[in-house]
């Protein structure tokens, strides 16, 4: 069975620091992995996918997310968070035809000045 | 212009009601999802449509019945609401012919069952 994993329901992190938070893939053959972010009331927002190619894929507001074949890893990092960053995070698999996504349970992420 | 437009944003109705709630998207997408957020914010697939063809029906009651009269649009009503039926609805749309795999979400439609 498909699924995508995210182990922490929280991450705290001061504002400047480095962020990361982590999700993992069962999803067979070649995945396509997904970050989106949830805003308080409002709907998901694609962040930035790996397709195929370099294993370091950059999206909007500075994220930056690593595909990591061996560990089935997929973690969201930025270098230096902001408070505007705070926000629900969700990682998402597909398979090639996108008939269907699988989400994971979702990161908190609380950057604190 | 909103790309993927949800009515209504909110909705409180009693037990035993049925509902519906619309979806429509200005993106020329041809696959379109519903899912469910509960209150712990895990998301659920409950449909997919691909070109006004259902593909995806994820072990949903059949009091949801969803319906795509086109490409554009996509409409889940309920019957019979139940409690638990209490969550947020998202619909969302992407491209399987463009193969980007993004996915496009309303703001969402909160249905509250009392």
């Known amino acids: 069975a498909q699924s995508v994993a995210q182990p922490e329901d929280q991450v705290n992190v001061a504002e400047g620091n480095p962020l990361t938070v982590k999700c993992t893939y069962s999803v067979s053959g070649n995945p396509y992995l997904f970050w989106y972010v949830q805003y308080p009331n409002r709907g998901l927002q694609f962040l930035l996918k790996?397709?195929?190619?370099?294993?370091l894929v950059k999206g909007s507001y500075g994220f930056e997310a690593e595909f990591n074949k061996s560990q089935t890893s997929f973690h969201l990092k930025k270098p230096s968070a902001l408070v505007s960053d705070s926000a629900l995070y969700f990682c998402a698999g597909s398979l090639y035809n996108f008939n269907k996504f699988y989400f994971g349970s979702g990161t908190k992420l609380n950057v604190k000045p | 212009d909103t790309a993927v437009s949800q009515t209504p944003k909110y909705l409180v109705t009693q037990m035993g009601n049925d509902k519906s709630i619309k979806c429509e998207q200005n993106?020329?997408?041809?696959?379109m999802y519903w899912y469910k957020q509960d209150s712990k914010k895990f998301l659920k697939i409950m449909f997919s449509?691909?070109?006004?063809?259902?593909?995806i029906n994820e072990t949903v009651p059949n009091r949801f019945s969803p319906k795509s009269p086109d490409k554009a649009h996509l409409n889940l009503h309920i019957n019979s609401l139940e409690l638990g039926d209490s969550a947020v609805y998202f619909c969302?749309?992407?491209?399987?012919?463009?193969?980007?795999?993004?996915?496009?979400f309303g703001e969402g439609s909160r249905l509250t069952v009392l």
């Open positions: 993106l020329g997408h041809d696959t």
């Open positions: 969302a749309s992407t491209s399987q012919g463009a193969k980007t795999g993004e996915l496009f």
């Open positions: 449509y691909n070109n006004k063809e259902l593909i």
């Open positions: 790996y397709i195929t190619g370099d294993n």
